[in-house]
C-alpha cells in the first residue's frame, strides 16, 4: 500500500508490511485509554462505524470503546471507509481497493493481509474520531473537512471565546476553545484581532499585528505591479527564486541551483514537479473580482480573490533567509454568516523526464505524517561521469482538495516545499519553516531579508515612474537568481542567462553559464553587493580545475573556460562552432576577476586559488596565440568575436584586446601580494595585434571586415566601455557611429546598453537617450519580465539584458568607472526624472550613496573603512574629504573618489 498519485491525502504508515499485529494492537489500546472519554460524546454516526451498532444504541450506552467493543467485520470496513478517506482528505484508493480485493478473493494471503488491514483501520478509523470528537462539538463543522481545522489546545489561554457571542463555553476535559472575534475577557475594553495559523492538523492563534508585515522601505507604486488577469502567455509569468530554488508562479515546474540532468552538451535544468504551484480552482461562493501582484520590494507574489464577504489572498515566495523553501500561504477571511469552500488543486504537471523520483521515508512525527510527503531521486543521465547522477530531496505539503473555512473566521493555510541536494537538510530547512510559520515569523523573516538587500543596494530614481520600476524589477529578478551567502554543501553553478527558474531541455539557453554572467550580470552587482560579487568570482574558481582539463583537451596550457558550462565546469555548448571557435570568454572572466580587485583590493583571494586563475588564465592565452614574424605581432587565429554572425576570423578586435588585458593581469594582481609573474606575459601583451583602420580612424571587428556587415551585437564598441581601452573621442565616436548603423534590430537587449554608455561617454546625451529607450522594448508587462529580442520573442527572464540596463543607470547616466586607483563619475539624470541615487555603492571596504540633481551631486560615506576617502574634482584638481554620515554636496561634474592606503 503506497501512497497515491499526489492528489490527496497521505498514509499513516509508509512501510505497513514492518508493522505487526502486535505493535498495532498495542497502538490503538493507547489511544483507546487515552481519549475514550471524548469518543463517547462523538456524533452517532461514526461510532456506529467504529463500533457496528445503530446510533440509538451508542446513544443509550455511552460506553467506552474497546477492541473487544468493536465487531470490525470486511464489509463494515468497505461500507465505511469513505468516511475514512474524506476524513483524510483523499487518501489512497489503492487501500480500499486492497481491502475489497482481501475479503473477495478468499485466498489465504488475502486473509493474512486483511488481519493486517483490520488494526490498521482500527488505529485510523479511532484517530479520525478522536479528532472530529472535538471539532465537530466545538464547531458543529463538517466531519470531513477537519483534518485541516485542528487545534492546538494548549495554546490557547484562559478567557477566551471562540464563538461570536463572546461568552465563555464550558469547560470541556480542561481544555478551553474559541471561535473568532476573539475578544480577550480579562478585558473587554480592549478588542484584538487574531488570525489562526494551519499546517495540516497543526495550529496556532496569533495577533494579526504580528502576522501582517509593515511596509518596506521602498516606495509602493515602483515596486507593486499588479493586473486583473495574468498574461495569456505564461512565458511572461514572474519568477520567484532565492538562489537555491525557483520557480515561475502556478507552473508545473520546480528548479534547484547545480541540478543538471543530461549528457555533455545535452546538460539543462532538471525539472522537479511542483508541489508548490497551488492554484484556487474554485469556491462554493461566487467570486467577483481577482488581482495579481508582484511585489518586489518584498519578494513575494500575491493572487487576490475576492466575493460576498469573502477574501482570499495566496502569498507565494522562495524564502530569502531559509532558502531551501517555496512557500505558499492561503490567508483566507470569511466574514459571511455561512461556511466557505474553497477547491485546490496542484499544477505538478507530467511527471519529471529529468529525474527518477521515488517515494520515502520520514522521521516527522505522526500526526504530521498526514499532510507531510517525501519525495527524493536522481537525474536520470550525469552531465560527465565526475559528476554521476545529482540527487534531490524533497519535502512537501499535501494540499488537500477542498478546505472549508467557517463564518467570521480569519485563517492561514501554509503549503511548503523544502527543496535539497540531501535529505537531512531539506527535512530540517522544512522543520524550520513550519516552526517558523507557527510562529508567526516565516513570512516577516522573508521580507527582513528582502529588506536588507534593498538597504544594502540599490537605485532609487524619482520623477520617472517606469524607470523606476524597470530598475527595482531588474535587480529582483537578478538577486533572485542569487543566494546571501556561499553554500559549503552544494555549490553555486552561476547565473544564466535565463534565471534559475529557466532552462529546461532546448529551452532558454538551458541554464548554462556564458559569458553573460561576468560581462553583463557582475558589473551592476559588484558595485552595490561586493560579497556577491565576490560569490561570482568563486564560481569560475570552483571550476578551475575543470577549465584547466579543458585546455588540456583542447591542446593548450593554462586554463581555457569553455563557452558553456553547468555543474561540472566542461563543455557543454550545443553548438559545435561556438563551443571551438569563442573563446574571449577566459579573457572575459579575467577581466571580472581584475574589476573585483580593483573595487575592493581583497588580496586574500590571491592568497588562494585567486592567483593560480590568473596565472592560468594568462598561460592560456601564452599557448593560443601566434606570433607573426613578417609583422612581429602576436595575433590569434580562427575565433569566434562576440558577434556570432562572424566564426572562424582571425584577429577579432574584441578577442586579442581582452587577451591583451589577460595577459597584463598578473602583474598587478600578483603586484597586490607582493609577487611577480614571468616576464613573458607583458612582452606578449605588448606586442599583441590589435586590428585599426588609419584611413577611416576606427576599429574593424576583425582582419577583413567590410563596413555595412550586419552585426549580431555589441562588439567593438565594447573597447571603449567596459574594457576602458584609453581612446581618443574621435576614434570612440567612429566606432559607435559605424556599428551602430549595422547592429541587427532583431540582436539581444543588452546592445543598446553599451551604445547608450558609449554617447553619454561623449556628452551626447540625445543620442544616448534614444537607444536607452529601446531597451524598453524588451521588458514585457505587467511584470517586467525580459525578453531577450524585443516585442517578447527569444529567452526570456534575459537576465543579461537586465544586467545591460542596469550598466546603462550606473555607469551610463552615472558615469561610474572603475580604475586600478580611483573610481570615477560623471553624474547626469536618466530621462524625465528629478533625481537620481545609487544607494549603498561598495568601495574598498567602505560604502557610500551617491545622488545625482540636475545641479548638484551629494555624496555621503555609508560605512566605514579602514582607508579614508576624498572626492577629487577633474577640473580643478580640489579634494573634498568623507566623513562618516556626513553629506558631502557639489555642484555636479565629473570626479574621482580616491582613498588613502590604512
Known sequence: MGRDDGAGGELLFSRPGKITERRLAELFSKLVSRASRQVRRSSGKLTWALSGMSPERVSRSERSISPRSVALTPCLIVENITVIKTSLSGYDDSFMDEIKASYFAGSRRCESVLR???????????????????TSRLEGSDPANNHHQLFNWQDIPEGYDFRSNGVTEKRMDNYRYE?????????????????????????????????????????????????????SDSRFWPTIGNGHVASVVHTDGMFMNGLYNGKATGSHRA?????????????????????????????????????????????????????????????????????????????????????????GTTTLPLFPLFISRYIHGLTKEAEYNVSGLLPVHVFHTDVPNRIRVYPNVMVTYLFLTSIGHAKSEAEDNYRAGVKSFLAGTLSSSHVAGWTRLWKEGRIDVEGNLPLARANYASLYYILSSLPLQPDVTWPYVGLSPGDLAHGVNKQDYMGHVFWDQETWMFPPILMMYADLGELLIHTRIRTLAAAKDYAISRGFRGAMYPWESAYTGLNVCPSTECAIYEQHITGD?????????????????????????????????????????STNKYEINKVMPPDEYSSRVNNSVYTNTVARLNLELPEYALGLIGQRPPRTYKTIANNIYIPFNVSHNYHPEYDGYKEGMMVKQADVVLLG?????????????????????????GGPAMTWSMFAIGWLELGEVQAAEELFQKQFLNIQSPFNVWSEVAHGLGAVNFLTGMGGYLQSIVFGYGGFRIHEDRLDFNGKLPPQTTSFTVVNLDYLGGSMDFKFTTEEMTITLKRFSSRSFSIRIKSSGRSHALTLHQPVTLSAEAASIVSSAP
Open 271 to 359: 525539472r522537479i514537479p511542483s508541489t508548490c504551484a497551488v492554484n484556487v480552482t474554485s469556491t462554493s461562493r461566487s467570486l467577483i473580482k481577482s488581482k495579481f501582484t508582484l511585489d518586489l520590494a518584498r519578494g513575494m507574489f500575491i493572487e487576490q480573490k475576492s466575493g460576498e464577504n469573502f477574501y482570499i489572498a495566496q502569498r507565494m515566495y522562495a524564502h530569502r533567509t531559509v532558502n531551501r523553501l517555496l512557500v505558499t500561504e492561503l490567508s483566507v477571511q470569511n466574514a459571511h454568516s455561512q461556511p466557505l469552500d474553497i477547491h485546490l488543486q496542484v499544477n505538478s504537471g507530467a511527471p519529471s523526464p529529468d529525474l527518477d523520483l521515488q517515494n
Open 179 to 231: 471561535k473568532v472575534a476573539l475578544r480577550d475577557n480579562s478585558n473587554s475594553r480592549q478588542r484584538e484581532e487574531y488570525v489562526l495559523l494551519y499546517h495540516g492538523n497543526q495550529r496556532r492563534r496569533i495577533r494579526k499585528k504580528r502576522f501582517i508585515n509593515g511596509r518596506p522601505l521602498l516606495p509602493r507604486n515602483a515596486t507593486v505591479l499588479d493586473c486583473n488577469d495574468l498574461p
Open 589 to 629: 572572466i579575467a577581466f571580472a576577476f581584475k574589476q573585483y580587485l580593483m573595487m575592493t583590493n581583497d588580496t586574500s583571494l590571491m592568497w588562494g586559488l585567486g592567483a593560480d586563475l590568473v596565472i592560468s588564465t594568462a598561460d592560456f592565452w601564452a599557448s593560443r596565440v601566434e606570433f607573426n614574424r
Open 721 to 745: 566601455f567596459p574594457l576602458t581601452i584609453p581612446l581618443s573621442p574621435q576614434v570612440r565616436r567612429n566606432d559607435l557611429e559605424i556599428y551602430e548603423k549595422v547592429g541587427d534590430t
Open 116 to 134: 493486517k488491514m483490520r488494526y490498521l483501520v482500527f488505529v485510523l478509523m479511532y484517530i479520525v474520531c478522536f479528532k472530529i470528537t472535538k
